[in-house]
């Protein structure tokens, strides 16, 4: 039988429509199809099966076919496409709930100790290790290294990539080596920690979803730069067994206040969208110099990030919106006490709006200072570039104005000697003595410096008793009767560890004064939609309170 041109493309437009509109229209159940077809290389289906095999079908077709092999377990495009997607959701979620978690192998790194009053951290190895970033890839080791981190200098840090410290993909590289997208890069360092209080941390509220702590001045959230085990999130894992806590929201190193942790992802992200939408209501309080306005003022100022480096914004046209309302509470003659309603959540908002109306938190290391120039920012005004800002600013706070005297090293020996005998000193209180025996403290600086930990570590459990007194629910006065049980013990010489590639070791720093741990900056209530959490005001934050600081300089 001959066929004609005509008729045959006819004959394949009548197979294309059967193909589409029957054999592949998606069917209710797969048990259903219970045909028995054959149509010529076109498409096949036998009885009580499952397979569909099509040939070539249509764009209509393809969104059409969710055809499944039960028994081979194979899956249409679309579904596979669509099985991909899922699985990578849920290790999306997995990796976030796996960041947020801190194991016992890493708050077992190191121990606290306690000495001169303060909380402290022996020295231990640890590998910083980061993914390149967008703008290093095409630059030498050597100059990112110098460039974004200012640890060291960039000799310092050739020395290290020269003896194997610093590496790339867990190899050893050259200091000239090209950075490469996705490149990662590891330092091994011997890690030294910054003092922080020994002030205990009070908790307002637990439950099953939610952690909302009073947080001490001085330290840190989380870690960074300096501070790994001295930040409220390895303190709690550590002695309030307290851990996988999830971040909301962030206070500065310095500032005090409500803090709020969720203990679940679901919690987490419902409190993170009514942050974002700007659904949660902060209250604020400060102290500033000089008499405030008694009016209510707003503040609405755009603010611009100085230098990612160093962390510092100031007011520029270029930077974010930002609003935040002051009212003035009270003035005793020299400085006043001010309520700060930030509606925007800029990073150091209520800092630089401060500093923008001509009245910086009395003692902020940052927007208070001179650096800004004879102004301090008042109104905007700096009176030099961001390249001069950030170049003295980096002068005023380098850590070597905390550093003594360079040390002559030359064994293991004699640098664990060194570490050991040249820790910083301080004047100790003369109030020790009446807090520990009763009589009066030898002159040795051993019995000082036995002294200062019972006097810290009596304080501490002082104000743990009264935090457990005054606990809302008796598992909040369980947890701190726990951490009452833990807290940092006395120096053992032991543990200390030195390293000889290490400059820490062969420098000593003196400590924080208790005046540089503190900046009058609370976080006195966070309200939400069907939530409220609080504390009280700040010894500082009182009508008649002095600062003797204050009046000495004044």
Same mark, same amino acid.
């Given at each position: 039988?001959?066929?004609?041109?005509?008729?045959?493309?006819?004959?394949?437009?009548?197979?294309?429509?059967?193909?589409?509109?029957?054999?592949?229209?998606?069917?209710?159940?797969?048990?259903?199809?219970?045909?028995?077809?054959?149509?010529?290389?076109?498409?096949?289906?036998?009885?009580?099966?499952?397979?569909?095999?099509?040939?070539?079908?249509?764009?209509?077709?393809?969104?059409?076919?969710?055809?499944?092999?039960?028994?081979?377990?194979?899956?249409?495009?679309?579904?596979?496409?669509?099985?991909?997607?899922?699985?990578?959701?849920?290790?999306?979620?997995?990796?976030?709930?796996?960041?947020?978690?801190? /194991?016992?192998?890493? *708050?077992?790194?190191?121990?606290? #100790?306690?000495?001169?009053? +303060? $909380?402290? @951290?022996?020295?231990?190895?640890?590998?910083?290790?980061?993914?390149?970033?967008?703008?290093?890839?095409?630059?030498?080791?050597?100059?990112?290294?110098?460039?974004?981190?200012?640890?060291?200098?960039?000799?310092?840090?050739?020395?290290?990539?020269?003896?194997?410290?610093?590496?790339?993909?867990?190899?050893?590289?050259?200091?000239?080596?090209?950075?490469?997208?996705?490149?990662?890069?590891?330092?091994?360092?011997?890690?030294?920690?910054?003092?922080?209080?020994?002030?205990?941390?009070?908790?307002?509220?637990?439950?099953?979803?939610?952690?909302?702590?009073?947080?001490?001045?001085?330290?840190?959230?989380?870690?960074?730069?300096?501070?790994?085990? /001295?930040?409220?999130? *390895?303190?709690?894992?550590?002695? #309030?067994?307290?851990?996988? +806590? $999830?971040? @909301?929201?962030?206070?500065?190193?310095?500032?005090?206040?409500?803090?709020?942790?969720?203990?679940?992802?679901?919690?987490?992200?419902?409190?993170?969208?009514?942050?974002?939408?700007?659904?949660?209501?902060?209250?604020?309080?400060?102290?500033?110099?000089?008499?405030?306005?008694?009016?209510?003022?707003?503040?609405?100022?755009?603010?611009?990030?100085?230098?990612?480096?160093?962390?510092?914004?100031?007011?520029?046209?270029?930077?974010?919106?930002?609003?935040?309302?002051?009212?003035?509470?009270?003035?005793?003659?020299?400085?006043?006490?001010?309520?700060?309603?930030?509606?925007?959540?800029?990073?150091?908002?209520?800092?630089?709006?401060?500093?923008?109306?001509?009245?910086?938190?009395?003692?902020?290391?940052? #927007?208070?200072?001179?650096?800004?120039?004879?102004?301090?920012?008042?109104?905007?005004?700096?009176?030099?570039?961001?390249?001069?800002?950030?170049?003295?600013?980096?002068?005023?706070?380098?850590?070597?104005?905390?550093?003594?005297?360079?040390?002559?090293?030359?064994?293991?020996?004699?640098?664990?000697?060194?570490?050991?005998?040249?820790?910083?000193?301080?004047?100790?209180?003369?109030?020790?003595?009446?807090?520990?025996?009763?009589?009066?403290?030898?002159?040795?600086?051993?019995?000082?410096?036995?002294?200062?930990?019972?006097?810290?570590?009596?304080?501490?459990?002082?104000?743990?008793?009264?935090?457990?007194?005054?606990?809302?629910?008796?598992?909040?006065?369980?947890?701190?009767?726990?951490?009452?049980?833990?807290?940092?013990?006395?120096?053992?010489?032991?543990?200390?560890?030195?390293?000889?590639?290490?400059?820490?070791?062969?420098?000593?720093?003196?400590?924080?004064?208790?005046?540089?741990?503190?900046?009058?900056?609370?976080?006195?209530?966070?309200?939400?939609?069907?939530?409220?959490?609080?504390?009280?005001?700040?010894?500082?934050?009182?009508?008649?309170?002095?600062?003797?600081?204050?009046?000495?300089?004044?």
């Amino acid at each position: 039988m001959i066929v004609s041109e005509s008729r045959f493309w006819q004959m394949i437009r009548l197979v294309t429509f059967l193909h589409n509109r029957v054999w592949f229209r998606k069917p209710k159940s797969m048990a259903s199809l219970n045909l028995k077809v054959d149509i010529s290389d076109a498409c096949h289906v036998t009885d009580n099966s499952d397979d569909i095999v099509p040939c070539a079908p249509n764009k209509r077709a393809r969104t059409e076919t969710y055809a499944v092999s039960s028994e081979s377990g194979h899956l249409s495009k679309k579904a596979l496409k669509k099985q991909k997607k899922t699985e990578a959701k849920q290790l999306k979620a997995e990796k976030k709930e796996r960041k947020c978690k801190y /194991n016992d192998e890493k *708050f077992n790194e190191t121990s606290y #100790y306690t000495r001169h009053g +303060l $909380r402290k @951290v022996y020295p231990y190895p640890f590998k910083f290790s980061t993914h390149c970033k967008g703008r290093w890839v095409g630059h030498n080791l050597i100059d990112v290294m110098a460039k974004e981190f200012r640890s060291y200098t960039a000799e310092r840090y050739e020395m290290q990539i020269r003896d194997g410290l610093i590496e790339i993909n867990n190899k050893a590289a050259p200091p000239n080596y090209v950075l490469k997208n996705n490149d990662l890069i590891s330092h091994l360092i011997h890690r030294h920690e910054v003092s922080v209080t020994m002030k205990p941390i009070d908790i307002v509220h637990l439950s099953e979803d939610l952690l909302v702590i009073d947080k001490p001045s001085s330290i840190p959230v989380h870690p960074c730069g300096r501070y790994r085990h /001295n930040t409220i999130v *390895f303190i709690l894992g550590q002695e #309030y067994c307290l851990k996988e +806590l $999830r971040t @909301v929201h962030r206070l500065d190193r310095l500032t005090s206040g409500i803090l709020i942790f969720a203990r679940n992802w679901k919690t987490a992200n419902k409190l993170m969208k009514e942050l974002v939408s700007r659904d949660v209501q902060k209250e604020y309080v400060c102290r500033v110099p000089g008499e405030f306005p008694n009016d209510v003022i707003n503040i609405n100022q755009p603010i611009d990030c100085v230098s990612q480096k160093i962390g510092v914004f100031w007011v520029h046209p270029n930077g974010k919106q930002a609003s935040t309302t002051f009212e003035r509470l009270s003035f005793n003659g020299k400085s006043s006490v001010v309520r700060c309603l930030p509606r925007t959540g800029r990073t150091h908002q209520i800092r630089i709006h401060l500093q923008y109306l001509g009245y910086p938190i009395i003692n902020d290391p940052i #927007y208070n200072s001179d650096v800004w120039g004879p102004s301090k920012g008042r109104n905007a005004v700096y009176d030099k570039s961001k390249e001069e800002l950030v170049h003295d600013m980096l002068s005023a706070h380098n850590r070597e104005a905390f550093a003594s005297e360079s040390l002559q090293l030359k064994n293991e020996d004699s640098i664990a000697f060194s570490a050991l005998s040249h820790i910083s000193t301080s004047e100790v209180k003369q109030d020790i003595d009446a807090l520990t025996t009763g009589s009066k403290v030898e002159n040795s600086e051993s019995a000082k410096q036995d002294a200062e930990v019972k006097a810290a570590s009596l304080g501490a459990k002082l104000l743990l008793e009264k935090y457990i007194n005054v606990a809302k629910s008796e598992e909040i006065a369980d947890v701190l009767r726990k951490a009452a049980t833990r807290l940092p013990l006395s120096f053992d010489s032991t543990r200390m560890t030195a390293d000889e590639r290490c400059d820490e070791c062969k420098r000593s720093y003196r400590d924080p004064t208790e005046h540089e741990m503190v900046m009058y900056l609370h976080a006195l209530k966070y309200r939400g939609k069907d939530w409220e959490y609080s504390t009280k005001m700040p010894s500082w934050a009182h009508a008649d309170w002095r600062d003797v600081d204050l009046d000495l300089h004044s």
